[in-house]
């Protein structure tokens, strides 16, 4: 469903110059055809050996499904640095799409001195 919502977002994204990307940790190929079934243009990335998850300790281990990948949002700035972070591990904790415009408004005040945007 999150991921209906970032398609959704997409375009209102590539006129503000702003990127997406989603890390999985599918297989490449299920990510492929996932994307393709959703209409996605922004590219999904495959961390199917679960490198990044343990890395950023997104995990979470269980006796009944082993180490689990937790879903996280990140806003990051123009220089890659986190601006905000979503742990989407409950639905309830992933960020709406008026989140993240707010984070985006937010990031470009930052960046942008001649921005004038709402202040919210």
């Known amino acids: ?19 997406l ?3 999985s940790v599918d297989a490449p190929e299920v990510n492929d055809a996932f994307r393709t079934g959703l209409g996605a243009e922004f590219p999904f990335l495959s961390d199917h ?7 950023l300790d997104m ?11 937790m879903p996280h949002t990140f806003s990051l700035l123009p220089d890659l640095t986190i601006h905000n972070v979503y742990n989407g591990y409950w639905y309830l904790g992933r960020p709406t799409l008026d989140e993240l415009r707010a984070d985006l408004r937010a990031m470009l005040r930052k960046v942008r001195p001649d921005f004038n945007g709402p202040v919210g």
Do not use: P, W
């Open 1 to 19: 469903m999150q991921l209906r919502h970032y398609v959704e977002f997409q375009e209102e994204l590539a006129i503000n110059y702003c990127k």
């Open 21 to 23: 990307a989603v890390v």
């Open 49 to 55: 050996d679960r490198k990044v998850v343990k890395l």
């Open 59 to 69: 995990t979470e281990t269980s006796k009944s499904k082993g180490v689990t990948a």
